[in-house]
């Protein structure tokens, strides 16, 4: 009884220190189209996607470990997996929608289901220390992963809703090509930022996070520029009928 006890106290407490902080990030991006705020409806669908997303990439992630050692090929491979679930989560539940009307709404539905997926991967990383009392340690643990790793999937998802928001007025061959360069920078950011976390000694974490901080710093500025971006001409009078 004392094992189910701590077991599910355990449980409790990583999604609590998994979820919180999340939370708070998402209020955070969120305020970013106050103006026009997304249906909640599928802001929550976004997030809840992202976060399912995490139980099909565990299974696949380990699979390519069976063939690959820890190095730059995997932890490649991890981060293009990683960023093809966050995208296909809000691609299935969000993306197709008729709400997603302006260039804003891609960076902000990737990011709802990057920080899904993050809540997931951070409370998984934090069960096992409270499983065993080490709550010091799971309280760094969870610091660090608010400081650090929910940001880079931020980061990353953000890349890609960026590149998305750029091209919401081009063609379709442009989109394509904004949506492919996105993908690579992505996936790189995020490939570069675990190789540091596993080759690099604990005394430099806090630089690559400051790393990762600054590339933050680089998509709120981008935010601004998509939100000042205008349809053309020929766009207003494809999507808006004339007036009677």
């Given at each position: 009884m004392i094992d189910f006890l701590t077991g599910t106290s355990a449980v409790?407490?990583?999604?609590f220190l998994g979820f919180i902080p999340v939370l708070v990030w998402l209020i955070f991006w969120l305020f970013e189209d106050f103006r026009h705020p997304?249906?909640?409806r599928l802001i929550i669908f976004?997030?809840?996607?992202?976060?399912?997303?995490?139980?099909m990439v565990i299974p696949i992630q380990r699979f390519f470990a069976g063939f690959f050692p820890l190095g730059g090929w995997l932890l490649l491979i991890w981060a293009l997996i990683e960023e093809s679930a966050k995208f296909g989560a809000a691609w299935i539940v969000a993306l197709r929608n008729r709400a997603v009307d302006e260039p804003i709404d891609y960076p902000v539905y990737l990011i709802t289901a990057a920080l899904g997926f993050a809540a997931v991967e951070n409370s998984l990383f934090l069960f096992n220390p409270l499983l065993q009392g080490l709550f010091v340690e799971s309280?760094?643990?969870?610091?660090?992963?608010?400081?650090?790793?929910t940001l880079i999937h931020v980061l990353g998802s953000a890349v890609i809703g960026t590149a998305l928001a750029f091209s919401f007025f081009r063609s379709t061959t442009e989109k394509i090509l904004y949506f492919v360069c996105g993908v690579i920078l992505a996936v790189a950011l995020h490939a570069l930022f675990n190789m540091f976390i596993v080759l690099t000694?604990?005394?430099?974490?806090?630089m690559v996070f400051l790393g990762v901080w600054v590339g933050i710093i680089f998509i709120l500025i981008s935010l601004e520029r998509i939100k000042m971006l205008r349809p053309p001409a020929w766009w207003e009078k494809l999507v808006i009928p004339p007036k009677n």
């Amino acid at each position: 009884m004392i094992d189910f006890l701590t077991g599910t106290s355990a449980v409790t407490g990583a999604a609590f220190l998994g979820f919180i902080p999340v939370l708070v990030w998402l209020i955070f991006w969120l305020f970013e189209d106050f103006r026009h705020p997304e249906p909640r409806r599928l802001i929550i669908f976004a997030f809840i996607a992202g976060a399912c997303s995490v139980l099909m990439v565990i299974p696949i992630q380990r699979f390519f470990a069976g063939f690959f050692p820890l190095g730059g090929w995997l932890l490649l491979i991890w981060a293009l997996i990683e960023e093809s679930a966050k995208f296909g989560a809000a691609w299935i539940v969000a993306l197709r929608n008729r709400a997603v009307d302006e260039p804003i709404d891609y960076p902000v539905y990737l990011i709802t289901a990057a920080l899904g997926f993050a809540a997931v991967e951070n409370s998984l990383f934090l069960f096992n220390p409270l499983l065993q009392g080490l709550f010091v340690e799971s309280a760094i643990t969870g610091n660090l992963r608010f400081i650090g790793a929910t940001l880079i999937h931020v980061l990353g998802s953000a890349v890609i809703g960026t590149a998305l928001a750029f091209s919401f007025f081009r063609s379709t061959t442009e989109k394509i090509l904004y949506f492919v360069c996105g993908v690579i920078l992505a996936v790189a950011l995020h490939a570069l930022f675990n190789m540091f976390i596993v080759l690099t000694g604990a005394d430099q974490i806090l630089m690559v996070f400051l790393g990762v901080w600054v590339g933050i710093i680089f998509i709120l500025i981008s935010l601004e520029r998509i939100k000042m971006l205008r349809p053309p001409a020929w766009w207003e009078k494809l999507v808006i009928p004339p007036k009677n």
